[in-house]
């Protein structure tokens, strides 16, 4: 069974201190892994969507990575604005309608 | 109105209540689905939707029933829920299924007494 595991599950950092998420996937096959951001009480905001181990996207201070059993989310000198939850989900290439989510890693920036 | 919207955004209805939630985009999609979030837990896929035909059902039950008039608007008609249902209900949509980023609404947070 297609399986995501996303640490930590909190993490607390200090403005300009940067640090990764991580997600764990276990799919039998890739299709795609899609990361969104979440604030509070609003859906989901796509930022990116890797295809194949080695594979890298940046957006602003935002940088995914990705291999064959996992993928990180670098967060190079965060701001306060950048709290949120972060989701990591995939798609199998059996069953490409279904989107498997993480649980998703709350992020906070102090200050 | 752009991306895609749901309404109401807070619900609160008894276990004996009929409600339905509604969800449009204006993106031009012809895939559309159906989410539950629930706290501390990973989003759920309830229904999926291609060119208006419903293509998953995850083992949804009876009391949550979907229909899909057009590829712009989706519903999700509730009864006879039970408290355990409440949660957050995101619809979201993608240019066609498979492997297309899906876009979410901003939710209806539903509360059952």
């Known amino acids: 069974e297609d399986q995501v595991t996303q640490s930590p599950e909190a993490l607390r950092l200090q403005e300009g201190e940067s640090s990764s998420l991580n997600c764990s996937y276990t799919?039998?096959?890739?299709?795609?892994l899609f990361w969104y951001r979440q604030d509070p009480g609003k859906g989901p905001e796509f930022l990116f969507t890797l295809y194949s181990a080695g594979e890298e996207k940046e957006k602003e201070r935002l940088k995914a990575t990705l291999t064959k059993k996992e993928s990180f989310l670098h967060i190079t000198a965060p701001k306060p604005e950048d709290s949120a939850t972060y989701l990591c989900?995939?798609?199998?290439?059996?069953?490409?309608?279904?989107?498997?989510f993480g649980a998703g890693t709350r992020l906070t920036v102090k200050p | 109105e752009t991306g895609v919207t749901q309404t109401p955004r807070h619900l609160v209805m008894g276990m004996t209540n009929k409600k339905s939630l509604k969800c449009e985009q204006h993106?031009?999609?012809?895939?559309m689905y159906w989410y539950k979030q629930s706290a501390k837990k990973p989003l759920e896929l309830m229904f999926v939707y291609s060119l208006e035909e419903r293509v998953e059902n995850n083992s949804v039950p009876s009391r949550f029933s979907p229909e899909c008039p057009n590829s712009s608007h989706l519903f999700l008609h509730l009864h006879t829920l039970q408290p355990e249902d409440s949660a957050l209900y995101l619809c979201a949509s993608s240019l066609s299924g498979g492997s297309d980023t899906q876009y979410f609404g901003p939710g209806t947070r539903l509360t059952v007494l």
């Open positions: 799919v039998s096959g890739l299709r795609g």
């Open positions: 989900a995939v798609q199998a290439m059996a069953n490409n309608n279904d989107m498997r």
């Open positions: 993106l031009g999609h012809n895939a």
